[in-house]
């Protein structure tokens, strides 16, 4: 149980087009999705926190209108990077925190995105 | 500011030997801790987690030590096996707030 899936696993865009991750949540309902982004040899960074049916919450020096955080339902969360830089290639992980959780957070695999 | 720091960038372990990989946290008003095991090109996994009022959790090969006077914290792994290698994250829930703060995590591994 607890299983996350993220979609698509390995993208490549090129500079200035947009890209969308989904994340989805596939045995359990997820009141809270969490999108992360991770450097190589880096840990983990919070970008933003998002809640089924209302407005992300972003963590400080990461750009909303950049980011964009949906979140339509409880099993499904997108992300989606647009007018993508070189600088934002990177691996973007998402989490989801059942209904019932305490504060336990199931991550996805991963995406790793390519900005060429 | 607050953060979740461990001690060692690195550790090498003989395959059938234990580990034990440390964290520091300067949160006092943290009140959960999990480690993270995550494998290259992949999303992190859970391995164990200890809330505060408890100072020890076993799972299966793995033994969390929760030290709150020095505010440190400890993954213990029993004889270890090659699939073990990983980067090992430690990652903190303060009170009332439910995002996980990560720390800077320890790649382990493990020589055959």
């Given amino acids: ?24 949540s596939l045995d359990f309902q997820a009141t809270t999705m969490f999108w992360y982004r991770q450097f190589p040899k880096q840990s983990l960074m919070l ?12 963590e400080q020096g ?41 504060y336990e957070q199931y991550f996805g695999p991963g995406t790793r995105l390519t900005v060429t | 500011g607050e953060s979740v720091g461990l001690h060692l960038p690195t550790l090498s372990v003989q395959e059938g030997d234990n580990s034990i ?24 996994q859970f391995i ?23 505010k440190h914290l400890s993954l213990q792994i029993a004889a270890t096996q090659p699939g073990d290698s990983a980067v090992y994250f430690c990652a903190e829930v303060a009170s009332g707030n439910e995002k996980l703060t990560f720390g800077t995590g320890t790649r382990l591994t493990i020589i055959p």
């Fill in chain 1, 1 to 24: 149980g607890a299983v996350v899936s993220q979609h698509p696993s390995r993208v490549i865009c090129k500079s200035g087009t947009s890209v969308k991750i989904e994340c989805r």
């Fill in chain 1, 47 to 58: 970008m933003a926190t998002s809640n089924e049916g209302s407005k992300a919450t972003y």
């Fill in chain 1, 62 to 102: 990461v750009e909303k209108d950049k980011f964009l955080i949906n979140h339509a339902s409880l099993t499904l969360s997108t992300l989606t990077v647009t007018s993508a830089h070189p600088e934002d290639s990177s691996f973007y992980i998402c989490s989801a925190r059942a209904l019932t959780g305490y």
């Fill in chain 2, 21 to 44: 990989i440390n964290c520091a946290y300067s949160n006092s008003a943290s009140d959960y801790f999990i480690w993270y095991k995550q494998e290259s090109g992949k999303g992190p």
């Fill in chain 2, 48 to 70: 164990i987690d200890i809330r505060s009022n408890m100072d020890k959790r076993q799972g299966q090969r793995v033994t969390v030590l929760l030290n709150k006077t020095v």
